[in-house]
């Protein structure tokens, strides 16, 4: 990497970098020094009054039993959209490698759902899904299930994982679909000749050489299923019937917004930001350097 | 394909296939609800175009349509979504490309310092900050309006880093050419950087776009007023209806207007988006 000649001017620089540096610390910088600083108070419900309490609001946190389980909802939804998301693309993109003809209209037709609006996608499954009308419902009537995501929590939690991760497919199926067709051919076609099929190529040879890509989007999509779906369960099970849905970024929005409890709310914002922090350096750290084509 | 296997290939086919019918679902029946009168979900969902054609579109459209007797104006939420995306992609693209310049063409003190601090941003999401950020932006009066909507959401460090990395591989030849021809850093930005830069301007620019339409999270906080709703606001406030029927022809015709643009942008610009995609995550 060639590093470029160096202009000389003393104040362009700063021109340039200032709008986004100002937008950054105002929007950014501060307001999570703000939650740091105001999750270490405690404000009674009219904002009248504040006193320091230092990690009280940690401790009571850790000590709430619908926290530690919203914990644990998170995981459980986390885990479940991660896996599925990833098992869907693989088996997607394994067979979309060997395509030749008629590939870009797979592709088109694969990808869309990657535009579409998380609330937009709670939208269709809600339908879907409906108690009463929706067309999954009357399909697993066939099955003897009365399916009620307003009543049964376990259906609720189903049905946002299915919403979100109908969504995530396409975005693993390019990157998969990009690892699998980086394999050298020379592999496959020595592989072929020793009388190997497709399947057992693709079990002995792709799927370990692709092994980088899958550990890097199994990391990108633990970090959708914990931030980005906000939208999913909020407009299709508000966290509930009963907490069941309820995940920690769900959780920090209805305890600060609709519950106005702002101590426990920065606690939970001051966790989160740990969270990210914590898998933004993994991903810098032991992804990055791993993805090898 | 390395090998001739016919009956293989077939099924390869046949399993796309299934996995694009089965992704395609929801749409469809989404499609096919809004040719419905709203009547034909007393007991199940059909899946066969009922009668009214489009004229469910048409109503939404005209803003003749009301729902549960209050008024509908898509028009209006779709210009505020565009107005919105537009904005943000076409802020975020400018702060970006103008810090990326400055990091990687000139050496100034606190470089290393704003380039981190830029970084500090990829672990801040909204999702994390809501309230502090909320507050800040009620402090600086920008409730309700397209400077709040907008402006907080425009930092953006994968932007900033896609066209740092862009910018390191441009060859030290042609900024070299450029002085000696006596072109100063603002001419050698517009007349070399920025036509250099267009494939990777298209490929962030189907990225910010689908970010910038489909926030939710934010634009829910910070409007109140009917007249800043965007379109897919719109969506979560049909849902909500708890007593009265629920149309689901007008909310799915709703569903399918909200979602068409970006999806369009996406097919449209195929090549930029899987582009976009790809490296703004390396």
Same mark, same amino acid.
């Given at each position: 990497?060639?590093?470029?000649?160096?202009?000389?001017?003393?104040?362009?620089?700063?021109?340039?970098?200032?709008?986004?540096?100002?937008?950054?610390?105002?929007?950014?910088?501060?307001?999570?020094?703000?939650?740091?600083?105001?999750?270490?108070?405690?404000?009674?419900?009219?904002?009248?009054?504040?006193?320091?309490?230092?990690?009280?609001?940690?401790?009571?946190?850790?000590?709430?039993?619908?926290?530690?389980?919203?914990?644990?909802?998170?995981?459980?939804?986390?885990?479940?959209?991660?896996?599925?998301?990833?098992?869907?693309?693989?088996?997607?993109?394994?067979?979309?490698?060997?395509?030749?003809?008629?590939?870009?209209?797979?592709?088109?037709?694969?990808?869309?759902?990657?535009?579409?609006?998380?609330?937009?996608?709670?939208?269709?499954?809600?339908?879907?899904?409906?108690?009463?009308?929706?067309?999954?419902?009357?399909?697993?009537?066939?099955?003897?299930?009365?399916?009620?995501?307003?009543?049964?929590?376990?259906?609720?939690?189903?049905?946002?994982?299915?919403?979100?991760?109908?969504?995530?497919?396409?975005?693993?199926?390019?990157?998969?679909?990009?690892?699998?067709?980086?394999?050298?051919?020379?592999?496959?076609?020595?592989?072929?000749?020793?009388?190997?099929?497709?399947?057992?190529?693709?079990?002995?040879?792709?799927?370990?050489?692709?092994?980088?890509?899958?550990?890097?989007?199994?990391?990108?999509?633990?970090?959708?299923?914990?931030?980005?779906?906000?939208?999913?369960?909020?407009?299709?099970?508000?966290?509930?019937?009963?907490?069941?849905? @309820?995940?920690?970024?769900?959780?920090?929005?209805?305890?600060?917004?609709?519950?106005?409890?702002?101590?426990?709310?920065?606690?939970?914002?001051?966790?989160?930001?740990?969270?990210?922090?914590?898998?933004?350096?993994?991903?810098?750290?032991?992804?990055?350097?791993?993805?090898?084509? | 394909?390395?090998?001739?296997?016919?009956?293989?290939?077939?099924?390869?086919?046949?399993?796309?296939?299934?996995?694009?019918?089965?992704?395609?679902?929801?749409?469809?029946?989404?499609?096919?609800?809004?040719?419905?009168?709203?009547?034909?979900?007393?007991?199940?969902?059909?899946?066969?175009?009922?009668?009214?054609?489009?004229?469910?579109?048409?109503?939404?459209?005209?803003?003749?349509?009301?729902?549960?007797?209050?008024?509908?104006?898509?028009?209006?939420?779709?210009?505020?979504?565009?107005?919105?995306?537009?904005?943000?992609?076409?802020?975020?693209?400018?702060?970006?490309?103008?810090?990326?310049?400055?990091?990687?063409?000139?050496?100034?003190?606190?470089?290393?310092?704003?380039?981190?601090?830029?970084?500090?941003?990829?672990?801040?999401?909204?999702?994390?900050?809501?309230?502090?950020?909320?507050?800040?932006?009620?402090?600086?009066?920008?409730?309700?309006?397209?400077?709040?909507?907008?402006?907080?959401?425009?930092?953006?460090?994968?932007?900033?880093?896609?066209?740092?990395?862009?910018?390191?591989?441009?060859?030290?030849?042609?900024?070299?050419?450029?002085?000696?021809?006596?072109?100063?850093?603002?001419?050698?930005?517009?007349?070399?950087?920025?036509?250099?830069?267009?494939?990777?301007?298209?490929?962030?620019?189907?990225?910010?776009?689908?970010?910038?339409?489909?926030?939710?999270?934010?634009?829910?906080?910070?409007?109140?007023?009917?007249?800043?709703?965007?379109?897919?606001?719109?969506?979560?406030?049909?849902?909500?209806?708890?007593?009265?029927?629920?149309?689901?022809?007008?909310?799915?015709?709703?569903?399918?207007?909200?979602?068409?643009?970006?999806?369009?942008?996406?097919?449209?610009?195929?090549?930029?988006?899987?582009?976009?995609?790809?490296? @703004?995550?390396?």
């Amino acid at each position: 990497m060639s590093s470029p000649v160096i202009f000389k001017n003393r104040y362009l620089p700063y021109a340039l970098i200032a709008p986004q540096l100002l937008i950054t610390i105002v929007f950014f910088i501060l307001p999570a020094g703000q939650a740091i600083f105001q999750s270490a108070q405690l404000e009674d419900a009219f904002g009248l009054s504040r006193e320091f309490v230092g990690l009280e609001n940690f401790i009571n946190l850790f000590n709430d039993s619908y926290y530690l389980e919203s914990f644990f909802t998170t995981l459980k939804f986390s885990v479940s959209v991660a896996v599925l998301a990833l098992v869907c693309a693989l088996i997607l993109s394994a067979f979309a490698e060997h395509i030749v003809r008629g590939a870009t209209f797979y592709r088109t037709f694969l990808i869309w759902p990657y535009a579409v609006a998380p609330v937009v996608a709670g939208s269709l499954w809600l339908f879907l899904f409906d108690p009463s009308i929706g067309v999954v419902t009357d399909m697993l009537e066939w099955f003897g299930i009365n399916w009620n995501p307003t009543l049964n929590g376990d259906h609720a939690m189903w049905m946002v994982i299915i919403t979100s991760t109908w969504k995530q497919i396409s975005y693993n199926f390019l990157f998969f679909l990009a690892a699998l067709q980086s394999v050298p051919k020379s592999l496959h076609e020595a592989a072929a000749i020793d009388g190997s099929g497709p399947i057992k190529r693709f079990i002995t040879i792709s799927f370990p050489l692709i092994s980088p890509t899958s550990f890097f989007l199994l990391v990108i999509n633990f970090v959708y299923a914990f931030f980005d779906t906000f939208a999913v369960i909020h407009a299709m099970t508000q966290g509930g019937p009963g907490n069941s849905t @309820s995940t920690l970024v769900y959780k920090v929005y209805n305890d600060g917004f609709i519950g106005l409890d702002l101590g426990s709310s920065a606690a939970q914002s001051v966790i989160l930001m740990v969270l990210v922090a914590l898998l933004t350096v993994f991903q810098f750290k032991y992804v990055e350097k791993k993805v090898a084509y | 394909m390395v090998e001739r296997r016919p009956l293989f290939r077939i099924f390869c086919h046949v399993i796309l296939v299934l996995g694009i019918v089965s992704i395609a679902l929801p749409v469809w029946v989404a499609v096919v609800a809004t040719t419905h009168e709203n009547s034909a979900f007393s007991t199940s969902t059909p899946l066969w175009f009922g009668d009214l054609g489009f004229s469910v579109f048409r109503d939404l459209l005209s803003n003749e349509s009301t729902f549960n007797n209050s008024s509908l104006p898509i028009t209006d939420m779709l210009f505020n979504s565009m107005i919105m995306a537009l904005a943000i992609t076409v802020g975020k693209l400018s702060i970006s490309i103008m810090s990326a310049y400055a990091v990687v063409f000139f050496r100034f003190p606190g470089r290393m310092l704003a380039f981190w601090m830029i970084f500090f941003t990829l672990m801040l999401p909204v999702e994390v900050r809501i309230i502090p950020t909320f507050e800040i932006v009620t402090n600086l009066n920008m409730l309700n309006s397209f400077s709040g909507l907008t402006i907080p959401l425009i930092a953006s460090a994968t932007a900033t880093f896609l066209f740092r990395q862009f910018f390191l591989t441009v060859p030290r030849e042609l900024v070299e050419a450029a002085r000696i021809d006596g072109a100063g850093p603002i001419r050698f930005f517009f007349d070399i950087l920025l036509p250099l830069s267009r494939t990777n301007i298209a490929a962030l620019f189907v990225i910010t776009f689908i970010y910038g339409w489909n926030q939710y999270l934010w634009p829910l906080l910070i409007t109140t007023d009917a007249q800043y709703y965007t379109i897919v606001m719109g969506i979560k406030q049909m849902l909500g209806v708890t007593d009265g029927i629920i149309e689901w022809n007008k909310i799915m015709a709703t569903t399918i207007i909200a979602m068409l643009p970006p999806v369009i942008v996406v097919i449209a610009m195929q090549k930029a988006f899987v582009k976009g995609l790809v490296d @703004s995550e390396k």
